[in-house]
């Protein structure tokens, strides 16, 4: 089944403790995108990468970092979480130019 | 700047009845739109897409309409049921392959 897995679903972590949340697309799709959802905010892209080797930064790149080493992985890493990154996150994935198909979701809380 | 924008926050209709969602926006250059429907814990799921060159696009139950005259797009779901009861997104595709969404519509659907 084409699709995007992010893990974990759920995570609640203390400030300033390292996480990662990983994301896989099994669609070959050169692109894939981050992006979080805030009430009333919407959803935000924190980061994109066109290929591998190949990130920039979206709207709200702050306090974020991402890898694509590979082109089926696309992780999101927190280096020192705050609790304003206490937000509902999105991995998706795209063929360039197409529309998106996304992850389930993950909640994260920093507490 | 770049954006996409919605009407009206929310829209309660009667089961069996037609439901319209509104957006507007405001890059004149993008090509291609988008309209996703957000379940409650779940991703943005892909309803239907149409390019600039079209002005209309049916799908199963849904039409989206685009009016490049005056930036507005719009989704029309027939007999809405309870299952569509959901926030509903449109999105534009800019440069790149950046996918812009607008704040969303919740659509409620009384039975």
């Known amino acids: 089944e084409a699709q995007v897995t992010q893990n974990p679903r759920y995570l609640i972590t203390v400030t300033g403790k390292k996480l990662t949340v990983t994301c896989s697309q099994n669609m070959n799709h050169e692109y894939m995108s981050w992006y979080r959802q805030d009430p009333g905010l919407g959803l935000r892209q924190i980061y994109y990468?066109?290929?591998?080797?190949?990130?920039d930064k979206g709207d709200v790149p702050e306090g974020y970092k991402v890898s694509r080493k590979e082109k089926r992985n696309f992780p999101l890493i927190l280096e020192s979480p705050s609790p304003n990154q206490t937000s509902l996150y999105f991995c998706?994935?795209?063929?360039?130019?197409?529309?998106?198909?996304f992850g389930s979701g993950t909640r994260l809380t920093v507490v | 700047g770049e954006s996409v924008g919605l009407h009206l926050p929310t829209l309660s209709v009667q089961e069996g009845d037609n439901s319209i969602i509104n957006c507007a926006y405001s890059n004149s250059a993008s090509d291609y739109f988008i309209w996703y429907k957000q379940e409650s814990g779940k991703g943005p799921q892909f309803i239907i897409d149409?390019?600039?060159?079209?002005d209309k696009r049916q799908g199963q139950r849904v039409t989206v309409l685009l009016n490049k005259t005056v930036k507005h797009l719009s989704l029309q779901i027939a007999a809405t049921q309870p299952g569509d009861s959901a926030v509903y997104f449109c999105a534009e595709i800019v440069q790149g392959g950046k996918l812009i969404f607008g704040q969303g519509t919740e659509l409620s659907v009384k039975p």
């Open positions: 149409i390019r600039s060159n079209m």
């Open positions: 998706a994935s795209s063929f360039i130019g197409s529309g998106y198909t």
């Open positions: 990468s066109m290929n591998v080797e190949v990130t």
